[in-house]
């Protein structure tokens, strides 16, 4: 079973808005990362936010985590057709060696 | 640098037959882990390896199996092969040693096994 829940499962806007998404896991955590996916390709790391951060920026991208309610969002800002794509958030649990993955959300940037 | 790197990219199997998916991580990275993706399951986690040490593995069965070469190279096998096995199966590597390491997994593009 996946350790995250994300939502929305999908998500459609217009260039130039802001797309938001969240995750939802269950145990405790190391860290909590967030992934692309293009089209049935490989996944390409975004941004890594550690446990003991509450919020992170990389560019158009803000990512917060609140480990009390065990959830995180991504906010992609002024969003662009090239950010159509599948999101997905990974949790790296404290005692394990794996990420566990969300179901994802598909954004779709509407030129 | 090389990124992640699996072949094939594309197979395509018969029922009962067995397959080996191949993958060679980035330079200096001994942490492989493989991801069986479906579209009905998601991204499952099959096995992790590090320094040729099987240190994880998923909710799979037998039929599913793995090794890391001393090169940190993996293969991942396959045996007996079901429908239900079609999926993109994508290799990532890290330098994650410590449990606690806060270190970003790189994928390859994956190989997409399809059986009929």
């Known amino acids: 079973s996946q350790q995250g829940e994300e939502d929305p499962q999908a998500l459609s806007i217009q260039e130039g808005e802001n797309a938001t998404m969240n995750c939802s896991y269950k145990t405790s955590i190391n860290n909590l990362q967030w992934y692309r996916q293009n089209s049935g390709r490989g996944l390409v790391h975004l941004i890594l936010i550690r446990s003991n951060e509450r919020e992170k920026h990389s560019g158009r991208l803000r990512v917060t985590l609140d480990t009390s309610k065990k959830s995180s969002s991504l906010l992609i800002t002024a969003s662009r057709a090239a950010d159509t794509a599948s999101y997905f958030c990974?949790?790296?649990?404290?005692?394990?060696?794996?990420?566990?993955f969300g179901a994802g959300t598909t954004v779709t940037v509407r030129a | 640098k090389a990124g992640v790197t699996q072949t094939p990219r594309y197979l395509i199997k018969t029922r009962g037959q067995q397959v080996t998916l191949s993958c060679s991580p980035i330079s200096g990275h001994r942490s492989v882990s493989w991801y069986q993706q479906t579209p009905g399951q998601g991204l499952q986690f099959l096995f992790e390896?590090?320094?040729?040490?099987?240190?994880n593995k998923g909710n799979f069965p037998g039929r599913f199996s793995g090794r890391q070469f001393s090169n940190s190279r993996s293969e991942m096998n396959v045996s007996t092969l079901e429908l239900g096995d079609s999926a993109l199966y994508l290799c990532a590597s890290s330098l994650k040693g410590d449990r606690g390491a806060n270190t970003e997994a790189f994928f390859g593009q994956g190989t997409r096994l399809t059986v009929v």
């Open positions: 990974a949790t790296d649990p404290l005692n394990d060696y794996k990420l566990s």
């Open positions: 390896y590090f320094s040729e040490t099987q240190r």
